[in-house]
Structures are given as structure tokens and as C-alpha cells.
């Protein structure tokens, strides 16, 4: 199997485990059908359209190529309607959810460091580290925003950094060729968020006042 292949493979990975998140969250915010089926759609694609508008890449790869926007929804109305069962292993999603994080941020790198390429724009490392974590994170947002939530990416958890992070080890291996670039990108994202659930990792934050690290 090419490398591409694995990156596409995993893609979908990603937006099955991001639909799912997105589908618990209308579970608890006890939703209709169409609260499962906006909640997972926006939770898996919204990052990449986010992207894909950023970068002036319109209409959105998300929003254009059925089998994208097909899987999200059919894996939120599997968990409208296998809900109590898809409740039960919640936890189990968030290690596929980080393989997802790991595509997404490797997906978003590669795009954004090609736009770079193509328009001369020289070095824009920011602006990889920047996308890389809005296509990876991006849905999460626009799911809490939904469900009247401060994001979670915002507030606890090592998620949106580990995909800004993955944007600079995609560039610092592009010298290897895009695929291993983006292959370790996506290892590399996926152990870091693996580690953070582990160990219960989180950024610094204001504790009562004063900076908690």
C-alpha cells in the first residue's frame, strides 16, 4: 500500500471518530436527528472547510467530494440510532480520534506548505503550524460553539497544540519527501496526543488568580 493511501485511509479514520465525538456531544445535549447529524458533520469537516477558505481554495474539497461528506453523515446517524451502545465505548473513540488528529494535521501541513510553494510566499512556517491545527481542531470548535460550550481545545487537554506541533515536524521532514512527511507528522501527532491522555497532560492555565503550570 503507498503511503497516500495510508494518509487517505487514515483521513477517513478521522472523520468517523470526529462525526462520533460530534455525535456524543448532541447525545448529551439531547438533540434531534438533525443536531446528530450537524454535530458530527460539522465536528469532522468544518476544520478542512475552515482551511480550504482560508487558503482560497473554494468550493471546499469537504463540501464537494461526496464520500467525505457521506461518511460523516452515516456515521452519525449510525450513532443517532445505535446511541446507548456507542455511549458505552465513548472512551475507546478517542484513541481513533487521535489517529484523526494526526491525519487531519498532516492533511492541513501538506496543503498549506504547497499553497506557500505554489503562490512564492518563502518561508511560512506560521502559517503551516496555524492551519495545520485549525483543520485538525477546527471542527471540535465549531461542535462546543454549537452546543453552547466554550471549546474544548481552549480549556483543557493537549489536542489543538500537538497538531500546531505537527505542522513544524511535517516541515522539518519535507526534506524526506511529502509522504514521510507527512507519515511521521502523523505518528508523531498521534503519540503526542496518546501521551497527553495518558499522563493527563494539559497547557498551563489561571487557577484563582494565579498561573497554574
Do not use: H
Not at 453552547?148 to 515536524?169: D, K, T
Amino acid at each position: 500500500m503507498r503511503a497516500e493511501d495510508v494518509v487517505e485511509l487514515l483521513n477517513y479514520v478521522g472523520i468517523v471518530a470526529f462525526a462520533l465525538s460530534g455525535a456524543l456531544k448532541a447525545g448529551e445535549k439531547d438533540m434531534d436527528l438533525l443536531g446528530f447529524v450537524v454535530l458530527g458533520f460539522s465536528t469532522a469537516l468544518a476544520g478542512g472547510i475552515i482551511r480550504d477558505l482560508l487558503l482560497g481554495r473554494v468550493p471546499p474539497v469537504n463540501v464537494v467530494y461526496m464520500p467525505y461528506s457521506l461518511t460523516a453523515i452515516a456515521a452519525s446517524l449510525a450513532a443517532f440510532f445505535l446511541y446507548p451502545y456507542v455511549k458505552k465505548v465513548r472512551d475507546y473513540v478517542l484513541y481513533p480520534d487521535a489517529v484523526g488528529l494526526g491525519a487531519f494535521a498532516a492533511i492541513g501541513a501538506d496543503l498549506t506548505a504547497n499553497y506557500c510553494q505554489l503562490r512564492g510566499l518563502g518561508d511560512c512556517w506560521l502559517t503551516v503550524m496555524m492551519l495545520s491545527s485549525v483543520t485538525a481542531a477546527g471542527g471540535g470548535v465549531v461542535r462546543d460553539v454549537l452546543a453552547g460550550e466554550v471549546p474544548a481545545v481552549l480549556r483543557r487537554e493537549i489536542y489543538a497544540s500537538a497538531a500546531a506541533v505537527g505542522g513544524l515536524i511535517y516541515l522539518a521532514a519535507l526534506g524526506l519527501g511529502r509522504e514521510v512527511a507527512m507519515l511521521v507528522t502523523i505518528v508523531a501527532v498521534t503519540a503526542i496526543r496518546i501521551a497527553s491522555l495518558a499522563r493527563g497532560w494539559e497547557l498551563p492555565r489561571i487557577r484563582q488568580g494565579k498561573p497554574r503550570v
